[in-house]
């Protein structure tokens, strides 16, 4: 569906409908996924790209957030 | 009520099995024309960021998304990223949402974000969230991109919103 109206930036989930942020309760899993939508806002170079997250559903474990690592997100010098 | 009945039973099945809604998506008409595209220039820690979601989100005084229409209700509502919980339902016949009425996270994850605000990480919520129903089709789809969108990037842009993270259901 995503490639048929293709916003500026999508990040792909393998999940199933309803569950673009995960499981319910999974704190640190939302919080992974924030992170790599996050990243692709300021690392996609041309607009309608897709990045496959590479999640699988309830077959992965996530770090607690690093909130260092949010901090860290802006835009990328290009050249 | 018998075909939301219907409706409801196949967005159970198409959660289950995603190959179906897969194969599905591969009948849609792909959408030609520009994508829009921004240069981010703030890094998150400043920016002011809003959510939108498709997962038919709203507040329980405002009117539900019309499900009698098979080809949707591409109306859209304003949702407080403070509103109690349960002060919120979600009316949406085209996807499962029981997992997302137990965490709303799932597609509208306000407290995440806040949680990003708290530790310095994100500069600024919105503290207006927008729903909208994404089961939109046929002749309402000129309405959702014509009228429903601009409205909502319209708004969004005079709140000076930077960022907007669109949370699919």
Known sequence: MTEKTPPPRALFMRFPFGHALGEVGKRAQQFDILLRAFRLLFEAEQPGTIRDSGLRWKRESYPEPDWEQFRSLAPVDRP | ?169
């Open chain 2, 1 to 169: 009520m018998a075909s939301r009945l219907k409706n409801q039973l196949l967005a159970r099945v198409f959660t289950t099995f995603p190959s179906l809604a897969a194969r599905w998506g591969k009948t849609l008409v792909r959408h030609e024309g520009e994508v829009p595209w921004v240069e981010p220039r703030l890094p998150l820690k400043k920016a002011v960021v809003a959510v939108v979601t498709t997962g038919g989100l709203h507040l329980a005084t405002q009117p539900a998304f019309d499900m009698t229409d098979s080809n949707g209700d591409p109306s859209f509502r304003e949702v407080p990223v403070d509103a109690p919980r349960q002060s919120l339902q979600i009316t949406h016949d085209y996807y499962d949402h029981r997992d997302a009425e137990q965490d709303l996270n799932l597609i509208f994850p306000v407290e995440r974000l806040k949680e990003l605000e708290q530790a310095g990480a994100l500069g600024k919520l919105h503290p207006v969230g927008y729903s909208i129903m994404g089961h939109i089709d046929g002749p309402l789809l000129p309405t959702l991109q014509d009228e429903t969108a601009v409205e909502i990037a319209r708004r969004l842009a005079a709140a000076r919103v930077d960022y907007v993270l669109l949370v699919p259901a």
